[in-house]
Every structure is written in C-alpha cells, then in structure tokens.
C-alpha cells in the first residue's frame, strides 16, 4: 500500500443517505481521513416503506453524497414492514447487488466495508465482490441474526430459522475481520465458527452534531413540545422497543399531569402506538410528534428532563447496545432505560442515568417519578457524568482513528 496513494474502500449498505444511520458519518469520516470512499446501497425507502422523492426502482441510479459516489441499487421497498415485505426487500437488494455491483463497481479496493444493521443478506453481495476484485471484507455487525428475527417475532418457523443461522455461518466465515457494536456480541459470533482473532470491538459513535446545547428562548422547537416535565424517547417506533411498557408506564402515573411522554421518530409500529394512546386515553400526557431531521434532534434533546430507550426483554436484546444511548450520552442529558444486560449497564456505570429490567412498566414509572421528584442540579450532574463517560468511550473522532489504524494495517500486512 503506497503511502502516496489514497486507500480505496466500497462501503456496502442497503441503507445510505438520504436515509439517517451511522454508516452516512462513517463514509464521511473515512473520506476525512484520506480514504477513497464508494458506497453501493439501495434506494432509500427507510422507515416510510416507500420510495423517498426523486428515486424509484429504476430512477436515480447514482448519486454524491458530500464528494462521496454512490451507487444504488434496485429494491422492492419495505412497505408496512411486514414479515413477507420485508424478506422481499431484503433479498431483492442481495440478489440484485449480487448481480448488478460487478458491473457498477469495477474499480480495484483496497477493502469492502459491510454495514449490518439488518439484514445479514447485505454480506452476500460483499462475497461476490470479494471474489471478483480480492478485497478483504470488514462486516461491521449491529445485529445478531437469527437471533433477532426471532426475539422480534418476525419469523418463528425453526426450518428457516435454521436455513438462516447456516447462511450466517456461511457469511461470517468469508469476512476478513469481524467488528461487533457490543463486546457481548463476542461469543455469539464465535458460535458460528469465527476464530477470536478476527474478531474486534468497534462501538457505535454518535455525529459530531450530538453536542450539548443551549437554546434560546423562542426556539421554534419550545413550540412543538407541552410544558412540563418532558420524558423524551428518540429513534425507531418498532416492536423491539417495547412501547408496550412505555404506554403502560404512562398509564401508571397518568394522575401526574405535569409530565409529559414526548416521542420523536417514526416506524412500522408508529400506528399502532397512536391508536393505543387514543384507546386509553392518553392524548395529554403522550406526544407522538413524528420524524425530525437528525440535525434538530440535539436541540430538543435539550428541552427534555430526561431521555427514554427501551428494549424488549430477550437475551438477544441484552447484549445489544443501542445506538440512541450514545447520542442520548454525546448530548449531556440524565436517562432512564428500560432493558436488560449491555445497554443497561453502560447506562448506570456512566452514572448518566437510572435502568430497569425490560418489560417492567411498574419499575419503569418507580424509577421515573424518582427522577421527577431530582433537583435540576442533579438530573444536570447525571448528564455531565453521562457526557464524560462519552467523550472516554464513545467519541466520533476517537474510533474513527482507530478504525482507521485498524484497517489500513490489516490491509498492509496482506
């Protein structure tokens, strides 16, 4: 590798921007850091189920994202995100990229870098590649599957269930390197046959914009939120986060009229959520908002009491990190979880915040009128701790670097 030249990566993701996830901050890192940066994705239809403006399954092929050339690929949507959707959404990427990305990439890499937030079919165009143009392939995992498709209930039949965990085997054991969100996700992943040594920790970061602010008086966001004591959720309205507990949280202290469920974002169980609030009667005390743009989202951030993320109570679920703590951390707010295992722990050893086992509504509204009933200054003291532990763990410009020594070792010693 010349010292001279730029080292050459494909970023493979089936979801990219204009969609929001992580993997838009680190093509973006990457490329500030020297790198010659290609993304092959889908077209976005992320978490509307359908194609966003101006893109279509065969309309806008390529697009620049900040320098960066991208190139996508035809997808059926997601639709309303169920099971069958879904699947045909999945494989028509996979199989499509599979076919489509030796055409479209034909450029030589120095490595193919895999995004996995779901579905681990992503790395089945990888290994075409791979074969194709001999580069080593990272596969960043943010979710274990099959596991996960069977805590969310997506799919249940232990024939496919099986089929899957063999096409994970099959898909891991052709990666180079391995990177897990969690260090919990360690021992699963070497279930599937992966020796420890290509296996490394690689957390998730949160973008340079996850600051702590100060908004002045008049703010447009002070308009959109009710006075009170705010308990803000932010993030994927799904069936892993547990709404369920949430609502019935809400239920249990309902006679509080002061506080105030304050819930941004969107998903495929958004519906669901607002009909619930309608049938037990808590339009005043629980605000689905909607989907804001992730630059707004430190500003509201900073008019919340207290940041919310919950889980659903599976052993897969507890060795996840989600993402949302580490922006809620980046951001200096105190929190209050509702999940078990990796999140929950980091939760209390940060001192940001409080946790509580998943699923336990009781325990979960308990544990929030203790945090109502705080001084300021102490909810305050749990936000800077909570910031503190970010900066030494979590932050952007202190992993990037590290990947980045990560790889371009790996790709030297080859």
Excluded at 4 to 24: A, C, G, H, M
Excluded at 35 to 63: A, E, I, M
Aim: proline residues 6%.
């Amino acid at each position: 590798m010349s010292a001279s030249k730029p080292v050459r990566v494909l970023i493979i993701t089936q979801y990219f921007w204009p969609e929001d996830f992580r993997i838009n901050d680190l093509a973006l890192g990457l490329k500030q850091r020297g790198w010659d940066v290609s993304v092959l994705t889908g077209k976005p239809n992320y978490p509307q189920g359908r194609y966003f403006d101006g893109y279509g399954f065969l309309k806008r092929s390529h697009d620049r994202y900040e320098g960066i050339q991208v190139v996508r690929i035809p997808l059926i949507p997601r639709g309303g995100g169920g099971a069958l959707r879904l699947m045909l959404n999945y494989l028509s990427f996979a199989l499509l990229a599979s076919v489509l990305a030796p055409l479209r990439c034909r450029e030589r890499y120095d490595a193919i870098f895999v995004y996995e937030p779901s579905p681990v079919t992503v790395g089945i165009p990888a290994i075409v590649l791979k074969k194709i143009r001999h580069a080593p392939i990272f596969f960043w995992i943010q979710d274990l599957w099959p596991e996960s498709l069977s805590a969310t209930g997506m799919v249940r039949s232990p024939l496919i269930l099986r089929s899957v965990e063999r096409l994970v085997r099959y898909i891991y054991n052709r990666c180079d390197c391995l990177l897990v969100q969690s260090r919990a996700f360690t021992d699963p992943v070497k279930k599937h046959g992966v020796e420890q040594s290509r296996i490394a920790y690689f957390p998730n970061c949160a973008e340079e914009l996850y600051q702590p602010v100060s908004l002045p008086e008049g703010s447009s966001e002070y308009s959109l939120l009710p006075t009170g004591f705010r308990v803000m959720f932010a993030g994927n309205i799904g069936s892993s986060q547990d709404f369920e507990t949430i609502l019935a949280a809400a239920e249990r202290i309902r006679t509080y009229k002061d506080i105030h469920w304050i819930i941004l974002g969107d998903g495929r169980m958004a519906t669901w959520v607002k009909q619930e609030i309608q049938r037990r009667g808590l339009s005043n005390s629980v605000h689905l908002l909607g989907k804001f743009p992730v630059s707004s989202m430190p500003k509201f951030f900073s008019l919340a009491d207290v940041m919310l993320v919950t889980l659903k109570r599976d052993p897969i679920f507890a060795l996840t990190i989600p993402s949302k703590i580490q922006s809620y951390l980046a951001c200096g707010r105190p929190i209050i979880a509702a999940l078990d295992g990796e999140g929950a722990r980091i939760v209390e050893e940060s001192g940001a915040g409080v946790a509580v086992p998943a699923e336990d509504s009781t325990a979960l509204a308990d544990a929030l009128l203790n945090i109502y009933r705080m001084l300021p200054h102490q909810r305050a003291a749990m936000g800077t701790s909570g910031r503190s532990y970010f900066l030494a763990n979590f932050e952007r410009n202190m992993l990037l670097d590290r990947l980045d020594r990560q790889m371009k070792e790996f790709i030297s010693k080859r």
